[in-house]
Antibody, heavy 117, light 107 residues
Framework: QVQLQESGPGLVKPSETLTLTCSVS??????????WSWVRQAAGKGLEWIGH???????NYKPSLKSRVTISIDTSKNQFSLSLTSVTAADTAIYFC?????????WGQGARVTVSA | DIQLTQSPSTLSASVGDRVTITCRAS??????LAWYQQKPGKAPNLLIY???SLESGVPSRFSGSGSGTEFTLTISSLQPGDFATYFC??????????FGQGTKLDI
């Protein structure tokens, strides 16, 4: 049973960079044809797909976030990471990582990130 | 970008009711649509993929239908644990996904 777990700071200052890591257990991050996604959800709001990465390192991002987002992968640690630069209060949300086959069948529990001085 | 519009935004129902949620896409997405259930404080849970295929372990009272631009999720007989928020998601292009705004199902 694959499990995902997000980790990272819960508080980030405006204009700084948000960095989160998703640790995958129970499956190799390089196995199958999966990619690995990040999704966020502001309080009381809907789900917003941020982007994903394939084990090869190929990435795709939501266009409106593309200039600020980098997703990277560390196959040796079975982890992938999200970096979001120049954050504002609008980036305050719960950030989820998920295993991606087009559908998102396995999710982490989510990491709450607040952007505040 | 492909926009997904769910209706209704909120749905009040009772245990045993049959309910239907609609998801409309701004362009043809064939059958590349999924449905998720999300309970407060939890991650979403995949219910349906490819418009009508039931994810393993999901009760058969959940069903999906549709193709092209119009899709529905039906719950045939509501159970207490079904009161949650439901989201549709398109994956017509594997390079850019989008979600509907959600439908909150409450008593």
């Amino acid at each position: 049973q694959v499990q995902l777990q997000e980790s990272g700071p819960g508080l980030v200052k405006p204009s700084e960079t948000l960095t989160l890591t998703c640790s995958v257990s129970g499956a190799s991050i390089t196995s199958g044809t999966y990619s690995w996604s990040w999704v966020r959800q502001a309080a009381g709001k809907g789900l917003e797909w941020i982007g994903h990465i394939y084990p090869s390192g190929t990435t795709n991002y939501k266009p409106s976030l593309k200039s600020r987002v980098t997703i990277s992968i560390d196959t040796s640690k079975n982890q992938f990471s999200l970096s979001l630069t120049s954050v504002t209060a609008a980036d305050t949300a719960i950030y989820f990582c998920a295993r991606d086959s087009g559908t998102l069948g396995n999710w982490g529990q989510g990491a709450r990130v607040t952007v505040s001085a | 970008d492909i926009q997904l519009t769910q209706s209704p935004s909120t749905l009040s129902a009772s245990v045993g009711d049959r309910v239907t949620i609609t998801c409309r896409a701004s362009q043809n997405i064939n059958r590349w649509l999924a449905w998720y259930q999300q309970k407060p404080g939890k991650a979403p849970n995949l219910l349906i993929y490819k418009a009508s295929s039931l994810e393993s372990g999901v009760p058969s009272r959940f069903s999906g239908s549709g193709s092209g631009t119009e899709f529905t999720l039906t719950i045939s007989s509501l159970q207490p644990g079904d009161f949650a928020t439901y989201f549709c998601q398109q994956y017509n292009s594997y390079t850019l996904y989008s979600f509907g705004q959600g439908t909150k199902l409450d008593i």
